[in-house]
């Protein structure tokens, strides 16, 4: 079963309450919840939904720390549409380049790396230099800030085009000190309700929020192997 919940006040500032809510303790795998219903409870407990009556026990609780600052790395636009339809908590950056595709600098200067990518797709593809700015290297310069956040999570699959990609974000966050920041992954390579699974553009929000518990944290071995990984890449 999983456990029960309440929300209290517990303080009041000029602009709103700060409320405190009581985190479910899953005494079952997450495989044995529906979708629907998991969703359900996880919409409660970031507190955008209803109490899941009926499907949830008061034999145990576990009290939430304040909510924390997560910062959630997509791999498109198709996820993050499903995405923004989730409960999920947090900031969204939307990845939109294709380093799997044509000549990508070696330089760890992060300015003299998207300007001289910017050069290169601008002389060997039609596109609007301008747009390329304004939806794809501002949107990356957010990573500058990445010590804002307590997790950033990085939902990238197995594919070529998703494993390039994020072998430049392990490169970027290995060359960094991440302090607090935990950094997560969130990369299926297949899904029970999608035989021929092709990526997470087709998942439901549902099905797309039930991945987020199942994340794992990458280690710092893991980004010495992306980061020599990234080196031999370029």
Request: charged share 25%.
């Given at each position: 079963?999983?456990?029960?919940?309440?929300?209290?006040r517990?303080?009041?500032?000029?602009?709103a309450?700060?409320?405190?809510?009581l985190l479910?303790?899953?005494?079952?795998?997450?495989?044995?919840?529906?979708?629907?219903?998991?969703a359900?409870?996880?919409?409660?407990?970031v507190?955008r939904?209803?109490?899941p009556?009926?499907?949830?026990?008061?034999?145990?609780?576990?009290?939430?720390?304040?909510?924390s600052?997560?910062?959630?790395?997509?791999?498109?636009d198709?996820?993050a549409?499903?995405?923004?339809?989730?409960?999920?908590?947090?900031?969204?950056l939307?990845?939109?380049?294709?380093?799997?595709?044509?000549?990508?600098?070696?330089?760890?200067?992060?300015?003299?790396?998207w300007?001289?990518?910017?050069?290169f797709l601008?002389?060997?593809?039609?596109f609007d230099?301008?747009?390329?700015?304004?939806?794809a290297?501002?949107?990356?310069?957010?990573?500058?800030?990445?010590?804002?956040?307590?997790e950033i999570?990085?939902?990238?699959?197995?594919?070529?085009?998703?494993?390039?990609?994020?072998?430049?974000?392990?490169?970027?966050?290995?060359?960094?000190?991440?302090?607090?920041?935990r950094?997560?992954?969130v990369?299926?390579?297949?899904?029970?309700?999608?035989?021929?699974?092709?990526g997470?553009?087709?998942?439901?929000?549902?099905?797309?929020?039930a991945?987020?518990?199942?994340r794992?944290?990458?280690?710092p071995?893991?980004?010495?192997?992306?980061?020599?990984a990234?080196?031999?890449?370029t």
């Open positions: 079963c999983v456990a029960g919940y309440e929300t209290r517990v303080g009041r500032d000029e602009n309450l700060v409320h405190h809510r479910p303790v899953f005494h079952r795998r997450r495989a044995d919840f529906p979708d629907s219903e998991f359900e409870i996880l919409n409660f407990i507190g939904g209803e109490p009556v009926g499907k949830v026990s008061t034999r145990a609780v576990l009290l939430a720390p304040q909510q600052m997560n910062l959630h790395i997509l791999n498109g198709s996820t549409h499903s995405f923004q339809q989730t409960a999920l908590p947090g900031e969204i939307v990845w939109r380049e294709m380093l799997c595709e044509g000549w990508v600098p070696a330089t760890a200067d992060f300015e003299e790396f300007q001289q990518r910017g050069d601008a002389r060997h593809y039609a230099r301008d747009e390329y700015e304004n939806q290297v501002r949107e990356f310069r957010r990573l500058l800030e990445f010590n804002r956040y307590d999570t990085l939902w990238f699959e197995f594919d070529v085009f998703c494993q390039i990609n994020l072998l430049y974000l392990i490169r970027f966050f290995s060359e960094k000190d991440l302090g607090e920041t950094l997560t992954l990369s299926p390579g297949s899904h029970p309700a999608h035989p021929n699974f092709k997470m553009g087709e998942l439901t929000p549902g099905q797309l929020a991945l987020w518990p199942e794992i944290t990458l280690t071995h893991d980004l010495r192997v992306g980061h020599h990234w080196q031999a890449y």
